[in-house]
Nanobody, 130 residues
Framework: QVQLVESGGGLVQTGDSLKLSCAAS????????MGWFRQVPGKEREFVAT????????DYADSVKGRFTISRDSAKNTVYLQMNSLKPEDTAVYYC???????????????????????WGQGTQVTVSA
């Protein structure tokens, strides 16, 4: 069974940086891609960034391009989200997600919809004060 555990959230000021981590565990963890989403109360979960496990190719939401960077450490089965120049509108609960392994994956090349992901973390709160 795959477990995803996020860490690194917190309260920061506008313009600050924060780095989120997501550690994946399971007997033989494997996925086509991992992603970060965020959600505020009353709104749908929003795509932030995704990284393909093989090759490390990435894609981002327009709202975070140039400010956020997703990366992975294959040896540690860990994905990171480096967030720079944070804005109050970045305030949300951030979730890490993983697709099924590549051999079973049939979604898009850069999965951006929650339904394309099979496993989710518990979320970590990021609050950016004005």
């Amino acid at each position: 069974q795959v477990q995803l555990v996020e860490s690194g959230g917190g309260l920061v000021q506008t313009g600050d940086s924060l780095k989120l981590s997501c550690a994946a565990s399971g007997r033989t963890f494997s996925s086509y891609a991992m992603g970060w989403f965020r959600q505020v109360p009353g709104k749908e979960r929003e795509f932030v960034a995704t990284i393909r496990w093989s090759g490390g190719h990435t894609d981002y939401a327009d709202s975070v391009k140039g400010r956020f960077t997703i990366s992975r450490d294959s040896a540690k089965n860990t994905v990171y989200l480096q967030m720079n120049s944070l804005k109050p509108e970045d305030t949300a609960v951030y979730y890490c997600a993983a697709t099924v392994p590549a051999i079973y994956y049939t979604g898009s090349s850069y999965p951006q919809h929650p339904r394309e992901y099979a496993h989710w973390g518990q979320g970590t709160q990021v609050t950016v004060s004005a």
